[in-house]
């Protein structure tokens, strides 16, 4: 019945707000995983930039303010967390 | 009278930030909140015999009888805080449903979407079976978790026609020490016989593949159509989902044909959405493929890369009022 309220975070706001914090899986890609699994490509990135400055949101403007390069768009909105990794968003859907 | 639009949505939302310029420019009284400041931060109140509903978030009142629109985005869920146990919480939850829920959907306007029917509309198997029911080709399609059936499809598929394998909710995959990434429609080969048993894990969608010959993705707000033509089939990387390379090849605009149009029309309006982001495949014989329709899909990247005004014609929706009726639509060119 949440569902019909509330949805789940954007795939990089996690990460965005709470400094890297994002749920992990509780394992390796095994058989007891779901399928989807078996076919995820993931190439990590390492961080680059510990000190990097991510942005806040603005309640007088309601909007984020990040400085620049923080946040690219593209059908893969991009973003960088406070250690350098970049995050993609959802992707369209 | 100045208009008065609500947004629910998170504090990180790149999507959500230009409507927001948008709707501040031409001084919309704009109040952008998260469900999450909820109950908090965040407080509401509904007088039902004087018919008083009221949203107040730090400094911001809002007389919600006075919105012209509600742009439901991506609200998160309710926080409570350390103070309660699970039980507690639970309760407090529910509660908070039925208020929270009940106060705002009494409101007169304009919604985009009514959560009620936006959870329904982004259900993918009835997506396909009612694009089907309205007329529109979409592929062969198997949604099971059993895999004597996934076996059965293969089989059953032509030699020189393969089986795609795509995640129902945008593929969100984790991994140990990693990000979250996407997982992309796959073709599958024999390698799925090695995995087959995973199929019992979970719902899983396996589609016959489609020759194409470009694809379109169909913005629609309100009724104006903003399709655009994505040259997927350029890039090695690219033909068999779009979203494989960051960089993408733009077709030069192409009207939505008439009869696809009146199906599209047809189809929202059963699912009852004011906004959704709908996917297609042109065959090379030129025949329109539904592929899905996204009811709370992004737009931002369309608007960065080809400058459409995908934010003001959410903010002339919003700002409108009244009830919304699907009608003669408008095709927006780049």
Redesign the interface.
Known sequence: ?????????????P???ADGA????S???H????????????T?TPGTDLSRDTGH?D?E????VAPPGV?T???????Y?KHG?Y??????? | MTSSVLILTQEFDPTADPVVEALAARDTRVTRVDLSYFPRTMTLTEDVDRGRRVLRHRDRTLDLNELSGVWYRRPTAFDFGEGMGEAEEQFARNEAIQAVGGILRATECVWVNRPDLDAVAELKPYQLALARRVGLRVPRTLVTNDPAEVSAFLAAAAADRPVVYKAFSGGVIRYPGSFPIGLLTTVVGDELREHIERVRHTACMFQEYVDKAYEVRLTVIGNTYFPVVIRSQDNEATRVDWRGENEMAYGDFEPVPAGVVAKVQAMLAELGVVYAALDFIVTPGGEWVFLEANPNGQFMWLKHDLGLPFSECMADLLTRGGEFRRGEITQVSY
Do not use: E, F, N
């Open positions: 019945m949440l569902a019909t309220l509330a949805k789940g975070p954007l795939r990089m706001g990460s965005m707000l994002d749920p992990q899986p394992g390796a890609d058989a007891g995983l779901p399928l989807a699994y078996a076919y995820a490509d993931w990590p949101y309640d403007t309601q909007t984020w946040i768009a593209g059908h893969w909105t991009r973003s967390d990794h995050v993609v968003d959802d992707a369209c859907a």
